[in-house]
C-alpha cells in the first residue's frame, strides 16, 4: 500500500469521547502492515498544516479521522495535489462521508481505504476559504455558531439548539447572481452545497452532485410556527423543492451581497466574512477515496 498518514483530532467531539479509535487506527497500521504512521492534531487549522506536510513527505494518501471540521482542515491541504484524501467520519453530521456512502469506523471505514475506490470530486471556495460540503449564510451559520460551543453534540442537540433559536433569527435579504439570473430574496437560510446534505440525511440540495463541475443553492424564504415542521419533513424527505418557501439555483459561480458583514459556516466551521461573498467552484480538486460499491 503507498505511504499513507493519519491525522487524529483528539479535540473533535466523538473523538474525544472514544479515544480508542486512535488505537485503532495504530492497530490497522500493524494488522495491514502498512508503511503508516498517525499523528495528532494541536490546534485549530493544524491539520492543513499536517496534510501539507505529509504529501511533502511523499505520502500518496492522507486520512482524517475526526468530525467535518478535520475533513474540512484536511481536505484543504489536498485540494489540486495527486495525493488522495481518506476519511474516518466520525462528527455528529457526516454530510459528504453519507453522500459519498463512506461508512463510519465501526462499519468499514478503514476497511474502505484498502477495498475502495479512488473519486474525484469538485471543491468550493468562498471568499478563498474552502469547503466540501456545504457553506451557509443566515440561520444556518447562527446555528453551526452555537452548536460548536456545545459540550455535547449530536442529533438531539442539534434540534434543541435549532428549536431555541428558530422563532428569534431575523431573516435578512440578499442579492443573489450566478452569472446567468439574479434574485433578490429575504433569507432565513442560504446554503450553497456540493453534496446534497448537511448530514444526518437532512437533505438541503436533492439532486447535487459532488463531480458535476456545479454548486447548488437553496434559500428558505422564511420559517415560522406554520412552515417550520413541514419544512423540516421535507428536509427529511428530498423534498424541499415542493415548498413555495424555497428557491433553488445552479452554477459554477455565485456572488451574494448583504447588508453588513457577518457570520457565514463552512462544512459547519464558522468565519466572520465580508458583505460581499465571492463563491466559485473547482472542478475535480480533490481525489478522494470511497467504497469500491459506491
Known amino acids: 500500500m503507498i505511504k499513507t498518514r493519519f491525522i487524529f483530532n483528539p479535540r473533535s467531539g466523538h473523538n474525544a469521547k472514544n479515544p480508542h479509535l486512535l488505537e485503532r487506527a495504530r492497530a490497522f497500521i500493524r494488522e495491514r502492515s502498512l508503511d503508516a504512521d498517525v499523528v495528532l492534531t494541536e490546534r485549530p487549522r493544524h491539520a492543513t498544516e499536517l496534510a501539507r506536510r505529509a504529501v511533502i513527505d511523499g505520502c500518496g494518501l492522507v486520512v482524517a479521522i475526526g468530525g467535518d471540521g478535520t475533513l474540512n482542515e484536511v481536505a484543504a491541504g489536498l485540494v489540486g ?9 466520525c462528527g455528529s ?62 442529533l438531539a442537540s442539534y434540534v434543541r439548539t435549532t428549536l431555541g433559536t428558530l422563532f428569534h433569527y431575523k431573516p435578512q435579504t440578499y442579492l443573489i447572481r450566478n452569472g446567468v439570473a439574479s434574485l433578490e430574496t429575504p433569507a432565513f437560510i442560504l446554503t450553497v452545497a456540493n453534496s446534497d446534505q448537511y448530514g444526518n440525511d437532512c437533505y438541503i440540495a436533492p439532486g447535487a452532485s459532488v463531480d458535476d463541475g456545479l454548486l447548488d443553492l437553496t434559500v428558505i424564504k422564511r420559517a415560522n410556527a406554520f412552515n417550520a415542521a413541514p419544512l423540516a419533513a421535507r428536509l427529511f424527505l428530498k423534498k424541499i423543492d415542493g415548498s413555495s418557501s424555497v428557491s433553488r439555483m445552479r452554477g459554477n459561480h455565485f456572488t451574494i451581497e448583504r447588508a453588513a458583514p457577518g457570520l457565514i459556516h463552512t462544512d459547519g466551521e464558522t468565519h466572520q466574512a465580508a458583505a460581499s461573498l465571492d463563491i466559485t467552484v473547482r472542478p475535480r480538486s480533490l481525489r478522494i477515496m470511497v467504497p469500491a460499491t459506491s
Open 81 to 89: 495535489t495527486s495525493a488522495v484524501f481518506g476519511l474516518i467520519p
Open 93 to 154: 453530521g457526516n454530510g459528504l462521508g453519507r453522500h459519498l456512502g463512506i461508512p463510519g469506523p465501526g462499519k468499514g471505514a478503514f476497511r474502505t481505504l484498502v477495498e475502495g475506490r479512488v473519486r474525484v470530486i469538485d471543491t468550493g471556495e468562498v471568499n478563498g476559504i474552502p469547503f466540501f460540503n456545504a457553506m451557509g449564510i443566515g440561520f444556518d451559520a447562527e446555528i453551526a455558531d452555537r452548536f460548536n460551543h456545545l459540550t455535547r453534540r449530536g
